[in-house]
């Protein structure tokens, strides 16, 4: 010890270095006794885990004096690993290739997958949900092909061999390390029964730092991985620590710790071992109630084990407790008792279990995978403690999180065949996966109650139970598909009978669970939702291992498998129908969609005859047991009928939802198809007669099929009649013509599946790969022949590529069917079968008829389409004797002659299903018919209706009379006297004889009866002739019955040409001679005119018996006498048909009304393009001038002007913008960086610059100067739009109130004053009140005056001077502050106050006019940046300028500019300089040449009185001009060289003196450029910059082309401006006069414009005083600028007015580039990798959706961006979605993704994992919506967002 203890105190890499080297003596005792004694010491598992004392020792020991950094990277290069290996955890981003799989479980991470070549695979990715690891390098699991590049060279091979001295220190420390890590563990467990709190995640988290070094250790490679291995598995290693020394008191109680906790860790507990003995006796006592034996005690297979018993009393909802007996044929006592550990691994995984699955240990546990040693031993370790595992689970209170873990191993484990298949034989893994499923199921059965109640021996899963509700056997089951995926482990489980047994007893539990029971009186209570979970049980648990095992009965070889499933199956439903006591009849009101056995059964006898050429009938059992088989699938079959003729309604919605389920596509190939396909078997083996008879009795439709008019139906009410009546006769033609396992091709079907979707709907590609049923295996994501899917899919589909509606509304790609398929292909049966919801088949005949009108072929309402079918399978030839069977026969003569006689309760469906049926007859004639075609001998017919079989034969048989039961009261009985005469008598006394009678009932028995006789004594027993019995009486029936004999004189040849007249509504319908004249081609699309005349068709050519039949029929030219009933009828249908068109001619008129009101409203009223339609709706100026306008009030409906008092206003959409800030110089958009070099720079943009300048004046000038010589609202500016819409402001304010009180929830805040106009629903937020018209002296007002200029100016400068006069108190001013102050409140105070004082008025001034400013630019960018399209655009409908324009005016009316600092007097007048007197402390004002033109426009507008004269306004534009253009000059010649403005400096000058110098850019130019050079710094900053830039020389045209290019902007804005405040029209021009068509448009050109060449921006210069003298008083202001720098003063006399159009950003065209970057990237704010990242589109910033990390204020980054960015407007992509979510103020939306896959489709969420590229329509249209601020309009679906996001 003392030697330990001086260790320690010395210096830690030293004494490692020093240990290292006694260690590598040849004599290393001492060092060996050193190290342990000092191991003793540091890894002393007294002390507390958190004190990493212990793992630095450990760190340094096994670097052995190095550092541990060095260490780590000295291993790396010895690593000869050939596998990834990466472990995942859930959540992380990984790809599937299914080209390169060979298991359907393989994946790669990003880097593999990227690195390997997979173009053109189909590949996916994907977001793990359960956890995996990189399977790349793994031959076994994925091809070589797609390896990875690092892992496709065999590096291991090259790789030195390691020194043995460098992991000689961990060979000794690591053991001893990892005991000290399972004694912690140890210690820390408690059982989860015990009273003292639990936290097992405490311990783990202490424990965090020494598993995280585990895992450390595990990634430097395969040599350390070696050494762990080794460690690991060492049991001489385990044997020497694992107890403790003797003398260690500690260690001996962790160790008994231990043992404690592993005493019940088998399946069996120990004390439930002692009392095995007495539990057999019990057994035997209680007979047969509680206990179930399966399958005897022992199995043929083992010797008498010692039978283990199970106390299982878990509050069962059965009565008596129950000892479920576990059947003790297992092979390997080990599943069942408790576990012994031999190593290290063994003790880790078994605590790994009992803490539930850790993240770190299984992460640790995985990592080690790539050794391979490891990889057999740890598998077969998890093998030993599955049964534990099992128990764990059901104990576990976090069953998901634990599920996934285990998957998250397991997967890794059986998905490797070779793997598998050692373990299988090596560990009995089948055996104990059954075992153990059993077991698990085991503990929550309940007795069942389907047939005989009572006595039922049968016991279920309760589906109620949470080990089914929670899906907890998932990972059990999902490990046993995955290793029956392998052929060897399958063939193994198939071979092996005892377990077969096992394996079929496990599927009897799911045999019949679910039951329903019909409610007859109450509705059901409560609806228990369980039925969701019996659905997943059965295809998880039962089918998709059946599917897992028929993948490998597909050939020949394997038939033995195939028989002994077969027959396994048959004992099993033998043993359920003993249990249940079924003899014959199935419980009425009961069904239970859950058949396990007979699915398993009826898919094993599909393939065997399909793939295997076995014959059918050496697999099937007698006749007594198939009548047993089929009773079940039928009555689900009858049942569904049920259900949806609402006789189930008082079981709940639930009942629907299961019959839904029961087709849906996932579960329809597991559930109805083989119940199907069972009952095509039955039916083609059992006697025909009998089956049809079982049919129409389970759908309880027996009572109908009377020729009487009347009947009692004892079992229905009158309204399920019919529907009843439709559900039997279509199942029976879905069973005589459904082919899909009676011989089609997998390509067939596949097509079959395909069509029938595809015509139900337009699909898109991933809905239609949904709702194709897969095949096999689910989980394999294989499709069946998936290489066919695209093909097929381009055969029988054209592709819709997505388009946009006006309404923004967004298209997915979608797949309609082609033509040719609609005409030959269409198949309404498969559509029948294949529908969730009844409306899917209306939806498909819809379209059907669609076709047909478009293509002209039919265009009445067609019935749906007869197919032909593909030639049956030779084993399933008896299926066509249900067609040739007399019970059908006399069936369906009965529906035609009731149909015929109008009976109650039939329709066109019963007339349509009855024709399918003979048509199938006709179609399929049963081969061995001997019989000839001459007429039949009239004796054979006395008794029976129908001479033989054949169909053929039996059409044109006549029945003469008929003998019916009815009610007394049925108008069929007869009133008569008997008869009199005895010839009368005799006549009567033969149609007696000659009547038939007919009893499904009594046929049923009779059949089943000569069954039963036939299998139980073949010989004896003779069969009785059928005659005698053809007249029995139902027993019991009602006294008031009555029989009468009916006179029928009918067949069913002549009733179908009766019913052919009935239906064309025309006597004699068919000549004689039409058959001769047919046309057959157009037979295959029409009504039940054409399907009748297709029978007939086909049957003449059949037999030319029938053909004279018909002719003869036909051609008795006297109509045929109509019963009694009919003549009324007739009248009756002649009335109605003249009522049915009145109707429609009223309903057409009507709809033409509303067409053309909807047409007007639409004009009006929405953004429809119609220049011409100017609507009074456009309150455009041009109305004021007659009279007063007048306002419809959209609420009240009265129509009158605005007054004072009664103010009406327009409906309006205030919201702040930043779009105009966001534009940038350049046309194009910006890039998206995608990778570390890229970056955004803002300091371009529009906002940005207007701020710098604002700041730069401020800096230097005078405040309120400054305030008047820019615009803000560049960012933040305040938008107005309106839907065009007014009312009274009185009115709204009721309307506000009566939302406020409505409790509906909307997508908008009242409070917030945010309500829809309450005519066109949109969203608005004020109303702004429209000022009462002027009368007419409007007119005159603006008649221009010939008057000079300088009056003009004069008469400006008097009207500035008026000063504002406060409007009168009225209802109307109160209105218009109401909206400055709702104005005000649109944006945030940031963007209001860029004053020094903020509130002073200077600010408010300015903010009021920046309004207007914003209005007339957003405008100028709506309609493309320029005047050039003139006329009305959409933007201009929402434009309310006109409006806004005077509420601003009368708010700016209150300040008035003081008249010393005025710029009208600098603009017009040459004032002497005056001294500054002592002002010298106060700033300056901006000068001229310094401020922003359009502002001044706007101000002076805005502050002279209202209305304006034109005249002023143009004389204001005028003035402006100059000084505009006088800018443009001053900017221009800052960008010339020295030289060249000397030379254009002397070349005006000589122009000074001539008469037009004033007009001259040449002698204005010289003019500016000399008065500026007098200040020496106005030209000297830029020397140095421009010398490199101006190798372009300056030509006169460019010169006039820049001119006209920086003049633009203000003449657009302004002639906006005259546009609303005038209405004078904006003409249209092409880009190039734009300057011309814009001067002539404000009058600075006279009106003729010249050619547009020569117009000349000088041309339209008009001064007020001398030019040149003004022009010096400007550029003296910026001379005076003494402290200013050069630069600076040169940056603002170069202001360049000319933005692009607003752009989003630009983004890469494939979605993955984006996804790569931006989803592992560090957010900025948080450094942390964002859950939810998402990006700006407008800026780029990268920000944390939802992250708490970045909340200021309570308000998410999202929200608060969208704030600094777009003034409360954010477009944001979500990166892991693939979505595009806009946020406007307190709401937002999700707006869809403007990435497509290669089928056109979304992909939110990324579930599909596809590749996505940029589809630029759409963000077109996002961007588009975005400039054009209509996000409000188009999105519908807007939510609150509470500042979460």
Sequence with gaps: MMAASLLLRRDKKATAAHLKADLNRTDNTSGVRQLQELLDVVLNPEKPAADTDALDWCKCLIAGGDGFEDFCKTVRSYDNATLCGLVWTANFVAYRCRTCGISPCMSLCAECFNNGDHTGHDFNMFRSQAGGACDCGDGNVMRETGFCRRHRLRTGENVPSIPRDLLLMSEMVLPRFILCIIQYLRDGYIEPDTSTERDLQKVLQQLEPQISFLEELTKMGGAMRTVLTKILTNQQTFKELSMGQEE????????????????????????????????????????????????????????????????????????????????????????????????????????????EFPQKMVTFLLNMLPDQDYKITFTKTFVQHYAFIMKTLMKSHESDTMSNRIVHISVQLFSNEELARHVTEECQLLDIMVTVLLYMMESCLIKSELQDEENSRHVVVNCSEALLKNNTYWPLVSDFINIL?????????????????????????????????????EHVEFESQTYYAAFAAELEACAQPMWGLLTHCKVKETQEYTKTVVRYCLETLQIWFDAIGFIDEPAPNQVTFHLPLHRYYAMFLSKAVKCQGLDLDSLLPDQEMLMKIMVHP????????????????????????????????????????????????????????????????????????????????????????????????????????????????????????????????????????????????????????????????????????????????????????????????FDPIMVVLRTVYRRDVQSAMDRYSAFLKQSGIHTG????????????????KGLIKLLHCKTLHIVIFTLLYKIWMDHQNMSEHVLCMVLYLIELGLDNQVQDNKEDEEPCIEEHCHDSWFPGTNLLSNLHHVINFVRVRVPETAPEVKREAPPSTSAEASSYGQNLREAQVFSLVAERRRKFQEIINRSNTEATQVVRPKSSSTRWVPPGTPPQLVTEILEIRESMLSLLIKLHQKLSSKQNSLSASWLDDMDTSRHAHGDGITAIERILTKAAT??????????????????????????????????????????????????????????????????VESPDTEAAMDLGPSEVMESEVLYDCVICGQSGPSTEDRPTGLVVLLQASSVLGHRCKNKEAKKLPTSDEEHIYPADTCGVAHDVRLTLMQQYFKDSSCLQSVSIGWDGGVYVQTCGHTLHIDCHKSYMESLRNDQVLQGFSVDKGEFTCPLCRQFANSVLPCRPGRGTEAGTWHTPTNKKTCVLVKEVEDLQEKLGLFPAVSNLSKEMELVIKDIKNTTQKKYMDYGKNPGSPDNDFLFMYSVARTNLELELVHRGGNLCCGGASAAAKRSCLNQLFHVLAMHMRLYSIDSAYNPWTKLTQVTPNREEDGFDEERPEVPMLFRDVPSLLIIFVLTMPQPLRKEHFTCVVKMLYNLQFTQALAALSTQFSPEERQAWSTSGALKKNASNAEKSFEALLSHVISELSKDKCVYKANTEGTSMLSSSVWSPQSIEFSLQQFCLPFLRLSCLLQHHLYGDNLTGCLEEEEFSSLAVCLGLLPSAPQASNNVHSASCLEWAVSAFELMTQWCAEVKGLSQMQAEQSLTLLVQDPQWAAPRLLQLPDNYNIIFQYYHRKACTACKKVPKDPALCLVCGAFVCLKGVCCKQQGICECVLHSQHCGAATGIFLLINASVIIIIRGHRFCLWGSVYLDAHGEEDRDLRRGKPLFLCEERYRVLEQQWVSHTFDHINKRWGPHYNGL
């Design 1102 to 1167: 059949r037999s030319c018996q029938i053909r004279r039949s018909i002719q003869d029929i036909c051609g008795k030219v006297c109509p045929p006498v109509p019963p009694k009933k009919n003549s009324p009828t007739d009248k009756k249908a002649m009335d109605k048909e003249e009522r049915r068109q009145r109707a429609r001619e009223r309903q057409q008129k009507l709809l033409a009304e509303f067409a053309s009101r909807q047409k007007s409203f639409m004009e009006t009223a929405m953004d």
């Design 634 to 825: 039928l009555q689900i079959q009858a049942c569904l009928s049920e259900i949806h003729s609402n006789m189930w309604v008082r079981n709940g919605l639930q009942i629907k939802g299961q019959a839904m389920t029961y087709v849906q596509s996932h579960f329809c190939n597991s559930m109805i198809d083989p119940d199907i396909y069972l009952l095509q078997v039955c039916a083609s083996r059992l006697d025909p007669d009998y089956f049809i008879s079982s049919v129409f009795e389970r759908f309880k439709v027996v009572d109908l099929l009377t020729m009487a008019s009347q009947h009692q139906n004892a079992v229905l009410d009158s309204e399920q009649e019919r529907p009843m009546l439709e559900g039997a006769l279509t199942f029976l033609v879905i069973l005589t013509s459904l082919r899909i396992h009676l011989g089609m091709t997998d390509d067939e079907i596949l097509r079959a599946e395909m069509v029938s979707q595809l015509c139900m709907n337009d699909r898109t590609h991933s809905a239609l790969l949904d709702l194709i049923p897969e095949n096999p295996n689910p989980k394999s994501g294989i499709v069946p022949g998936s290489c066919s899917f695209e093909e097929m899919l381009s055969a029988v589909a054209d592709f819709k590529a997505p388009v946009f509606e006006p309404g923004g509304s967004m298209q997915q790609g979608m797949y309609t069917p082609k033509a040719e398929v609609w005409e030959k292909e």
């Design 485 to 521: 995926s392998h052929q060897s482990v399958a063939k193994k489980f198939l071979e092996d009978h005892s377990l077969l047994m096992l394996w079929m007893s496990f599927v009897s539990f799911f045999q019949g669970m679910n039951l329903n029971k019909r409610e007859l009186n």
């Design 861 to 876: 309402n067609p019935w749906p389409p007869y197919k032909e079918r593909t030639p049956l399978h030779p084993c399933y």
């Design 248 to 355: 260690n008191l500690y260690a001996k109680k962790n160790y008994e710790k231990y043992l404690s906790a592993l005493k019940n860790s088998g399946l069996v507990s120990v004390e439930d071992k002692a009392q095995g003995a007495a539990a057999d006796v019990t057994v035997g006592a209680e007979g047969g109630a509680g206990a179930m034996v399966l399958l005897g005690t022992t199995a043929p297979g083992s010797p008498d084990e010692s039978s283990k018993e199970e106390d299982q009393d878990a509050g069962q909802s059965v009565g008596q407790r129950k000892r479920v007996k576990l059947s003790s044929s297992t092979k390997d006592p080990c599943i069942i008792e408790s576990l012994k550990h031999k190593c290290f691994l063994e003790e880790l995984l078994f605590w790994t279990i009992k803490y």
